[in-house]
């Protein structure tokens, strides 16, 4: 028995394996091209703008609720004929095509081309202070909410390229960015280190880790600091703080299957969202860890549907072998 002639097995030309911007608008774009997509929502539905207030950076909407922007995303995906489905990938076998994912409820996906639209999603201090001040000055994303901070005071956590270029960039609006490392020596490479340590709105705290961030129903106040050295504590007062101590790609289902950076990042040919299997695409979040915004993930996700389209039309698949109407369609 072939793959797709199991029971309990729905078969695709293209499933979209998440439901953030990349994941919706390869759906409306794998729609529109009559490929009849099925698109697995997976954990999050809407992705990591479902968790966010004002996004103030989505073209044609001057601000617009992170949660109000995915959902109208959604029906349009909905209203585009995109069959979305209530389920999360447990497993992928990519080995040869039709390709096979499983979900956690044991449905079988079947496909000629997969669009991963996983994401990632940032690493945070593990707080419990930290989670009750997230949107209300606590972001992992000074693109996002830097905007927010003008002549304010913020804190930036972590010693990376990620840490210093935020607060570079907090410093186009932040009256003073602290940026608070563990160590005494930064992990960002020199050019960073050199802007960072130019930049006269910026102050070094080193040897220093977050302990608490303290705050009140107006939102975050300071963050309390305990010295690396000695555990001594002290307090510094701040209105946001910046947690930008990496991101985690959600790959693990792939390892082994798809070429990886050595951080979990999906490797695809550069202008493009190819993968390293002909007929898989990675769309958004889960391949770039530069830009990390909702338009670009859509950007990516309009080309990944677009290149599986042009994949599916020069080859004759196991399902358009079957059948007949769209063989001669596509041949
Ligand atoms: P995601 O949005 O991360 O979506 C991933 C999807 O994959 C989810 O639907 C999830 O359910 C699904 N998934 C994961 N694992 C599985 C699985 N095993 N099976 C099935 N599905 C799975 N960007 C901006 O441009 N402007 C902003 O103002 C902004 N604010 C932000 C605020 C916050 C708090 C955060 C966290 C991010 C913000 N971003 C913002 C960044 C933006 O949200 C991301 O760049 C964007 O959502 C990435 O889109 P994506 O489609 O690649 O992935
Ligand atoms: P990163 O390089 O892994 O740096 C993470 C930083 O966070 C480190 O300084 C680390 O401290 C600190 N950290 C980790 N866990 C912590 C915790 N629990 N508490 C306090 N601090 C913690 O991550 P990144 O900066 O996000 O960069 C990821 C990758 O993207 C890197 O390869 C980076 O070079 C690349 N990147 C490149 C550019 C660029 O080239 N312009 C821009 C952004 C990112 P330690 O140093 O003590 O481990």
């Given at each position: 028995m072939s793959k797709t002639e199991e029971p309990n097995v729905r078969h695709s030309k293209v499933l979209i394996i998440g439901s953030g911007p990349a994941g919706y608008t390869a759906g409306?774009?794998?729609?529109?091209a009559a490929l009849s997509p099925v698109l697995v929502e997976g954990p999050q539905p809407g992705g990591q703008l479902t968790i966010?207030?004002?996004?103030?950076?989505?073209?044609?909407?001057?601000?617009?609720?992170?949660p109000e922007l995915m959902a109208r995303m959604g029906e349009q995906v909905r209203k585009a004929g995109v069959d979305v489905v209530g389920d999360l990938i447990v497993e992928v076998d990519l080995t040869a095509a039709p390709f096979l994912a499983i979900g956690d409820g044991g449905t079988r996906y079947t496909a000629d081309t997969i669009v991963v639209a996983t994401g990632a999603s940032a690493r945070w201090l593990g707080l419990e202070s930290e989670t009750a001040y997230r949107g209300s000055?606590?972001?992992?994303?000074?693109t996002c909410d830097g905007f927010f901070y003008r002549n304010r005071i913020c804190a930036v956590v972590g010693g990376g390229n990620t840490a210093v270029e935020e607060a570079l960039y907090l410093t186009n609006f932040a009256e003073k960015v602290y940026l608070i490392h563990r160590r005494d020596t930064l992990r960002a490479d020199r050019t960073n280190q050199a802007r960072l340590h130019a930049n006269p709105k910026i102050e070094m705290i080193w040897n220093a880790e977050v302990a608490e961030v303290?705050?009140?129903t107006g939102g975050v106040t300071a963050v309390a600091l305990r010295d690396t050295r000695d555990g001594a504590i002290s307090q510094l007062p701040v209105h946001g703080l910046f947690v930008a101590i990496g991101h985690d790609p959600a790959t693990a289902l792939f390892k082994g299957q798809l070429h990886m950076d050595d951080e979990g990042y999906i490797l695809v040919t550069p202008g493009s969202t190819a993968t390293s299997v002909p007929g898989v695409f990675a769309a958004g979040d889960v391949q770039d860890k530069l830009f990390r915004q909702a338009v670009t993930s859509a950007g990516m996700g309009c080309m990944a549907a677009?290149?599986?389209?042009?994949?599916?039309?020069g080859h004759n698949t196991h399902a358009i072998a079957a059948d007949g109407a769209d063989a001669n369609l596509l041949n």
């Open positions: 409306v774009y794998a729609a529109r966010t207030t004002d996004v103030e950076n989505w073209p044609g909407d001057e601000s617009v609720l992170g000055g606590v972001s992992a994303c000074a303290l705050g009140d677009l290149e599986a389209e042009r994949y599916l039309a």
